[in-house]
Structure formats: structure tokens, C-alpha cells
């Protein structure tokens, strides 16, 4: 009797209305309906090369355990907005009303002082306004891999030019963006945020927020107020755990997206769970995906 499994590099994940193949080592996804003829899905599946005849031999799936890595004291993304009217989400960053409102330099001064020995993968900083010292303050007192800048009144190229060429002499990587909605049909399967996104939460997993104030979040735009820069050490907050709940919110805790096949290669914006309850209490709204049968 032929017997068919998965190669080692095709994770299965199950949802409310199907599967979902993910071809980790080919960056490939797939998603599967159970109903059907099996013999005509083995036909499909074999010509897509994702199963194979075992002949009696059990292949153990490849898996990355993030868990040891990532729990070490870091941050993946650290988030600074620093002048503005306010936040409104992160698809509609900026209010037309009220006065514009600036980080102090002393603040900014502070996180350099609090960042000073917790390792940043990324560093994000928002503005509404172009503020050319207060960025380059940060940049020189927040040592990160990356740079994104989200400014909503672009300076100008030649500004730009110039800051990417500041960066590069520094070794870091900078990048402007802008923010688009995202398509269930656009999935890119990432091997490393498919495994990290089965621990922990894609959006928030191991990101701070510091707004223009000073308060710690756990993201620009989230309500939830950690502590006060100026009176928290940002490292000791981290190794007591304060971030977890928030970190270790994986997609399996949120409420539609823990049915959904895709859960584990997608994007997340908790802060739209927060307005309406808790963090996990409902699936991104910029997300048009409903995975439950028809």
C-alpha cells in the first residue's frame, strides 16, 4: 500500500475552512479545500512536488525553534514618534486637528540612556513633520540594524538622499514608507515569521513604543500606557516580564484568526482588538479574509 506524506520542508496548517500548505524552503503557499477527490489531490499534490511515496520511511518535519533566540533581552522593533497632532492608527497616522506636539530632547536622551545595552533590531520613527536634529539625535543615540522613517509631509528628496547616505556611512539601513492595505491573496511566505508567529504575536512580539510624551507602549498607537520613560529603566521592564502578554500573544489566542489557515505567515494590528475589548478579541480590520465554510 503506497503511503503519502509531506516532504519536510511543507508544513499543513489547519482552519476552519480548509488547509494550508506552506512551502517553507520554496516560499511557496497553498490552500486546500477537504473536499474532493483524495486520489485527484494526490495526483495535484505530486505534481507540485510536496508529497512523496515514503516506502516506509517517516521524515521528520523541519522546524526553527525561535524560542531560546528571541527571548534573549532585545528588541525587534523599537517605535519613537516624535512630533505630531496625535495618532490615530497606523493606516491613518495623523489627525488634521489639534496643535502639533514635539518630543523633548531630554526624552529622546533618556532612550538613548535606556537603550544603551538592550540590543535593536529595527528602529521606526514617526513624525509628522521633518525634524533633521531630533532624527539624527536618535539614530546616533539608538544603535539598530535598520532605520524606517514614516514621515507624513515628506522634506523632499534631496533631504532624503542625503539622510540614506548618512545612514549607509553609518552601516545602517534606512527606508520611507508608506502605508497599503494587504490582500489575503498577496501571502509571502517568510520562513522566519512563520515559525516566530507560532510563539509570538507578528505585530507586537518583542516591539516597544515610546510616543511623543515619553510613555511606554506596547505600540504608537495602542491606548495602554506602560510607564513613563523618565521614571522606568526600559531594561527592567523587559526582564520582568512586563512586555509578555503582550509578545506572547500568539495567533492562536486571537479571536477568528486562531481558525484561520493562514494565521502563521500573516500581518497583525492589534490595536484594533484593543478598541474593541481586549488585544485578542477580533482579527485585523484591514483584513477581508473570512475563513470560516460558507
Request: glycine letters at 6%.
Amino acid at each position: 500500500m503506497d503511503i503519502y506524506r509531506l516532504k519536510p520542508y511543507i508544513h499543513k496548517i489547519k482552519g476552519a475552512k480548509g488547509y494550508a500548505l506552506f512551502d517553507i524552503l520554496h516560499k511557496k503557499f497553498y490552500r486546500l479545500s477537504p473536499e474532493g477527490d483524495p486520489e485527484k489531490l494526490i495526483e495535484a499534490l505530486m505534481e507540485e512536488g510536496l508529497i512523496f511515496n515514503t516506502n516506509g520511511v517517516v521524515p521528520f518535519p523541519i522546524e526553527i525553534d525561535f524560542l531560546e533566540e528571541v527571548n534573549k533581552l532585545n528588541i525587534r522593533e523599537l517605535q519613537i514618534r516624535i512630533n505630531g497632532r496625535g495618532e490615530d492608527n497606523c493606516w491613518k497616522r495623523t489627525r488634521k486637528d489639534g496643535p502639533v506636539l514635539a518630543m523633548d530632547i531630554k526624552i529622546i536622551e533618556r532612550i538613548g540612556h535606556a537603550c544603551g545595552h538592550i540590543p535593536v533590531k529595527k528602529l521606526r520613527i514617526e513624525a509628522e513633520k521633518w525634524e533633521e536634529d531630533k532624527i539624527e539625535k536618535i539614530i546616533n543615540e539608538v544603535f539598530s540594524e535598520t532605520i524606517d522613517l514614516f514621515i507624513a509631509e515628506s522634506p523632499g528628496k534631496d533631504i532624503i538622499d542625503r539622510f540614506r547616505e548618512t545612514c549607509l556611512a553609518k552601516n545602517r539601513l534606512s527606508t520611507f514608507h508608506e502605508c497599503n492595505k494587504w490582500n489575503i491573496g498577496e501571502i509571502q511566505v517568510d520562513i522566519h515569521n512563520f515559525f516566530y508567529s507560532r510563539q509570538f504575536n507578528p505585530c507586537l512580539g518583542h516591539q516597544v513604543a515610546i510616543d511623543i510624551g515619553g510613555e511606554i507602549r506596547p505600540c504608537l498607537w495602542s491606548a495602554i500606557e506602560i510607564g513613563h520613560i523618565t521614571r522606568y529603566n526600559l531594561k527592567d521592564l523587559i526582564v520582568a516580564g512586563t512586555f509578555d502578554k503582550y509578545w506572547m500573544l500568539s495567533k492562536d489566542e486571537i479571536e477568528v484568526c486562531k481558525d484561520c489557515e493562514c494565521r502563521y505567515n500573516c500581518l497583525d494590528c492589534r490595536v484594533f482588538g484593543e478598541e474593541t475589548g481586549t488585544m485578542s478579541a477580533a482579527k485585523p480590520l484591514f483584513c477581508d479574509f473570512d475563513p470560516y465554510p460558507g
